[in-house]
């Protein structure tokens, strides 16, 4: 059957937006006078394209898909499976800028709506990470969105480890992340060199934070004896599971910890550009984050006199792009779904190359193991729904719900059939 040609091509806008990141088309169809290769090589940009699209226009429209197509050297029928994937991107006309209203369990129990009582022209949406804000709703699209809800809740201890900035001052100075000793387990950890870093994680019993508990030391000493190179860091910060949101409070109120993690990371493992997947709806994250790793590039702490760089990735509203396989896909511009393993992801991940996946938390434990030798006995606890101060905690492994839902000041008045203290005398967890 004869493909049917669309009469239509993309707007200006549409243009634009695709240009401003693949640079423009040679000829009057945005098509380019470089070889195929080099064009289908351009493949990772599709993800970073949509997203302009869906900012700028609201959504992503046939001849936008097409355009985009002839200009990644792809068939409109793979753009529009990859983009029809996503969330946040929507296929049919829309406005730029939509409101996104949480419907999951902590925003319900905080008087939240339901999928059919949500306000018209908003979306209902998953758990949007926010669940100590609730009810919450965010802002998507536009040219630069206002993130609008505040800093993440925390609970503060004064023997807090991964949390011990979180509300000290404003995240992005650098000046004062140093001055309270930041960069310093950089420095530690190239005097250790790659195989003294991992000996000291496995000395700390770090394991992944991320869901399945894997040993790190033993990960990136998986990493670091590939023959095949380059060697790939992925910083995990999907963070889609319901009623989560530690991760956000790391990266909102201590992004340069973060990066000061990932660059030990990357020497340990032999990476010289990792790469942050972080959740699409996480706003604020990125702007923190963003200028963050700008502030570093100019202070000569990240880039190519540096030996080592990070990009965000944005996700766009998937919650299995949160696996790490599928994470690999996403990035390499294919719907985000997972890989069969074998083979296993520090031999064949991103791009088929070795490839360390490790969730924010986990990476937020080394700088304090590098400079200190700590062993890795403390964990984030998130806090939402029934309770009288929801946030992130940090408390031993081990801890008990009854003392955490006691730190997070314990149950509403009408919640409760068992208080904290009757909890903790019957033995329950
Ligand atoms: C459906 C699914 C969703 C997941 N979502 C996340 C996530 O949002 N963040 C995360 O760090 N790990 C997530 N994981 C686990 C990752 O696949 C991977 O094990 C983890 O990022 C490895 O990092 P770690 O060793 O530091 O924990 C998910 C796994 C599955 C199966
Ligand atoms: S943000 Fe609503 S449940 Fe998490």
Request: hydrophobic content about 35%; overall charge negative; proline content about 7%.
């Amino acid at each position: 059957m004869e493909a049917i040609k669309r009469t239509t091509p993309a707007s200006e806008a549409e243009r634009e937006a695709i240009d401003g990141l693949l640079g423009p088309g040679e000829d009057h169809l945005g098509r380019d006078a470089i070889a195929g290769h080099v064009v289908r090589g351009r493949r990772h940009l599709l993800l970073p394209c949509l997203h302009a699209l869906n900012d700028r226009i609201g959504w992503i429209s046939p001849p936008a898909i097409d355009y985009l197509a002839s200009r990644l050297g792809a068939s409109p029928a793979e753009i529009h499976a990859v983009a029809s994937f996503y969330g946040l991107f929507s296929l049919s006309p829309r406005e730029p800028v939509q409101r996104h209203v949480c419907i999951d369990l902590a925003c319900r129990a905080a008087g939240g709506p339901t999928e059919h009582s949500v306000d018209d022209g908003a979306h209902p949406a998953p758990c949007l990470g926010l669940c100590d804000r609730a009810p919450a709703a965010i802002t998507i699209g536009g040219h630069d969105p206002e993130p609008d809800p505040g800093l993440a809740a925390v609970d503060r201890a004064n023997d807090d480890v991964l949390l011990r900035r979180v509300g000290s001052g404003d995240p992005v100075d650098l000046d004062a992340y140093r001055a309270d000793g930041g960069f310093s387990a950089l420095d530690r950890a190239r005097e250790l060199g790659p195989e003294g870093i991992i000996a000291a994680v496995e000395a700390s019993g770090l394991t992944g934070r991320g869901g399945a508990g894997f040993p790190t030391a033993r990960k990136w000493e998986a990493v670091r004896t590939q023959p095949v190179t380059p060697h790939h860091l992925i910083c995990n910060a999907d963070e889609s599971e319901p009623g989560t949101f530690k991760d956000r409070t790391l990266i909102e109120n201590d992004p340069y910890a973060l990066i000061e993690s990932m660059a030990i990371a990357a020497l340990a493992i032999g990476c010289e550009l990792g790469r942050v997947y972080l959740r699409g709806e996480y706003l604020r994250a990125h702007r923190t984050l963003s200028t963050a790793i700008e502030r570093c590039r100019s202070a000569g702490l990240l880039g190519s006199s540096a030996g080592f760089d990070i990009e965000i990735i944005r996700g766009a509203g998937a919650y299995i792009c949160g696996e790490e396989t599928a994470i690999f896909n996403s990035i390499e511009g294919y719907r985000g779904e997972p890989r069969n393993k074998p083979p296993f992801p520090f031999e064949s991940g991103l791009f088929g190359q070795p490839t360390a996946v490790n969730n924010v938390e986990t990476l937020m434990n080394v700088p304090s193991i590098i400079s200190e030798g700590r062993r890795a006995d403390r964990r984030l606890f998130c806090l939402s729904g029934a309770v009288r101060r929801p946030g992130v905690i940090e408390a031993p492994i081990g801890i008990t719900l009854g003392s955490l839902i006691e730190r997070a000041g314990g149950l509403p008045r009408g919640h409760a059939r068992w208080s904290c203290r009757r909890l903790r005398r019957s033995g329950r967890p």
